[in-house]
């Protein structure tokens, strides 16, 4: 995040306009209509400008811009043609530390201006960070249409009736539960179609009663998909926003991640060979001893959290234990990491079946169907088998697949950070030592590889930085809980 977004308050606070450009007309509109004391400093001005000086809280000083100009002001904005009167400003507002912004000039600017939709009280801005403000536009416009000007006059009542709501109901939890109740309940649609008083009757009403009547934890097992956020479902999107707590995996991308409630506590249960965060029996009774205290529960799982994520033990204790639950399927490493590849799992002249295993097992315990995977014809798909990549390969070659079948390991697979690797079932484990793929990775055999020549079609600027969660397994302190 290059910036910081915030909200400041400059009612009669004194703000200075620097140039009498068309393109300071919409600034100054925006600064008064914030209730700023606005000073403009230019010779000449547009007609537009000119008019507003005639309004109360507008003061013209028509001459060239002074260092003295700046005296007083909270907040500085620079509207001028002239590069080297812009250059200037800005440095002397930087020395007095007064944030400062150029028109069409980011390189000069300690803040930017959004795109901002009023419906005071509630405000919503969108920016590109100076990068595309026609975007910003765009993307205001659009949440016109989703935010109706009612949502102002909610916005006011939540803000009348916050103070007896904090007295009424000390616990931060259910209080926040009131509130989401009001929102999406009855009372706010009264609020929506002009009725406050009738509103305000039924507010009486929910605040004489128990707030913990209707308090009841729930757990959500959603599936957090391969890892590019863009691949949540709308009802994963919607519960993680309601969570009091995310209990998440390490296999859940941190711009997944980013996207739960930011003040949900946060439950680190990631697994690595050799090394559990919290192990699975403790998952399972962690999951229900939060939602039998009345706790919203994320469980955030890679992928999907039946295809190998262990999620049917989890709602399992849950659902012997009595405590309400919900399932989100979610899109698996498997077609999204194959299809971001550029590999379809299955093609009428190359594999007409797919099959996925789990290479977590120990290859010699001899748990795989080796001479189903065998099959021509087929797609086999192998998630975690990256530890035990080599035995995988000899096991193939041992029970009769041809050592030119085409393979390919994708590394962080839908991510920025994604690699994919092809080769051979005889080759592929040499080629991947030598490059150290980072987990998580999933492996495809079958011809279907060869057409990713033909058919890929993404290509990720390679990020250094890994896309997923990383934790060091040498040590548990502070890895369990986070903020």
């Known amino acids: 995040m290059d910036y910081l977004p915030i909200f400041l308050a400059l009612r009669d606070e004194p703000c200075l306009l620097v140039g009498g450009a068309p ?30 000086t005639g309004e109360s809280g507008v003061t013209w000083r028509r001459r060239a811009f ?84 009612q949502f102002g006059r909610l916005a006011r009542f939540l803000g009348e009736i916050r ?22 309940g009855p009372i706010g649609e009264q609020v929506l179609a002009g009725r406050e008083e009738d509103a305000r009757g039924a507010l009486e009403s929910a605040l004489a009663e128990d707030p913990r009547a209707g308090a009841h934890g729930e757990v959500y097992l959603v599936g957090a998909g391969p890892g590019d956020p863009d691949l949540l479902t709308f009802r994963a999107l919607r519960l993680m926003q309601k969570a009091d707590v995310v209990v998440y995996d390490r296999l859940v991308s941190k711009a997944v991640l980013d996207l739960a409630r930011r003040d949900a506590e946060r439950i680190y249960a990631g697994k690595q060979p050799g090394y559990h965060a919290i192990p699975q029996h403790e998952i399972n009774d962690l999951l229900a001893r939060l939602a039998l205290a009345g706790k919203r529960v994320l469980r955030l799982k890679g992928g999907d ?11 399992e204790t849950l659902a012997a234990l009595g405590v309400p639950f919900q399932v989100v399927p979610g899109i698996t490493a498997a077609s999204g990491c194959a299809a971001y590849a550029g590999i379809p799992l299955t093609h009428r002249e ?7 295993v789990t290479g977590r097992r120990k290859i010699e315990e001899e748990t795989l169907d080796w001479d189903s995977l065998v099959r021509p014809n087929q797609t086999v798909v192998i998630y975690m088998g990256l530890a035990g990549l080599d035995s995988i390969c000899d096991g193939l070659l041992r029970h009769g697949l041809a050592p030119e079948t085409p393979a390919a390991l994708i590394e962080q697979g839908t991510t920025a950070a994604q690699v994919v690797h092809t080769a051979t079932v ?18 495809i055999v079958g011809e279907v590889v060869r057409l ?30 986070q903020r």
Request: proline share 6%; aromatic share 4%; glycine share 6%.
């Open 23 to 52: 393109a300071a007309e919409p600034k100054a509109r925006l600064l008064l209509r914030a209730g700023a004391r606005l000073v403009v400093v230019a010779t000449t001005l547009t007609p537009g400008l000119r008019e507003l």
């Open 66 to 149: 002074r260092d003295d100009d700046l005296d007083g002001m909270r907040l500085v904005v620079v509207a001028a043609h002239d590069d080297e009167l812009a250059r200037a400003v800005a440095d002397a507002a930087r020395r007095r530390g007064i944030p400062v912004n150029t028109v069409d000039r980011k390189e000069l600017c300690s803040f930017i201006l959004p795109s901002i939709l009023d419906r005071s009280p509630l405000v919503a801005a969108v920016s590109t960070g100076g990068a595309a403000p026609i975007l910003a536009r765009i993307l205001r416009t659009r949440l016109e249409t989703l935010i109706p000007a």
């Open 350 to 356: 190359h594999a007409q079946s797919c099959v996925f």
């Open 426 to 443: 005889g080759t592929l484990a040499s080629i991947v030592e030598g490059e150290g793929p980072r987990a998580p990775t999933l492996v």
């Open 305 to 315: 959290p039946f295809i190998f994520g262990r999620g049917g033990e989890e709602i």
């Open 163 to 184: 103070p007896a709501v904090l007295r009424q109901i000390a616990d931060p939890t259910l209080r926040r539960r009131f509130f989401e109740g009001i929102v999406d």
């Open 452 to 481: 990713r020549d033909k058919l890929a079609w993404y290509h990720p600027r390679r990020s250094m930085e890994s896309a997923f969660v990383d934790r060091n397994v040498n040590s548990r302190s502070g890895a369990a809980t």
